[in-house]
């Protein structure tokens, strides 16, 4: 006789292992997308107006130094994108927000 508990076992493992890499791997994806998302809105200021107006200069500038960011040179929007990076909201819910 065959015994069929150890085929089983190991086609449920298989089945299991497939299972994580495909969550892993979409996982991967939409970290991927987030952070291309989080680029685009920050590219120009036409996307990212309405966030680099809401800082006002003098609070943005020291906030910025506060967190060792370099000011000196450098436009309104790559500091607030550094910024947020700096403190890790890089997860900015774009649903919507850029054109497909």
């Known amino acids: 006789m065959i ?3 150890k085929r089983d076992f190991c086609a449920r493992y ?6 994580e890499i495909i969550e892993g791997f979409e996982a991967g994806v939409e970290e991927a997308e987030q952070e291309e ?3 685009n809105f920050f590219k120009s200021y036409e996307s990212s ?3 680099t107006l809401a800082y ?13 960011i ?8 790559e ?11 890089t997860k900015i819910d774009f649903e919507g927000f850029f054109p497909q």
């Open 3 to 5: 015994d069929k508990s």
């Open 14 to 19: 298989f089945l299991r292992q497939i299972g």
């Open 37 to 39: 998302d989080f680029d």
């Open 49 to 51: 107006y309405a966030l």
């Open 56 to 68: 006002p200069d003098d609070i943005l500038m020291e906030t910025a130094r506060t967190y060792g």
């Open 70 to 77: 370099e000011t000196e040179g450098r436009e309104k929007n």
């Open 79 to 89: 500091i607030v994108k550094e910024l947020f990076k700096k403190r890790g909201d």
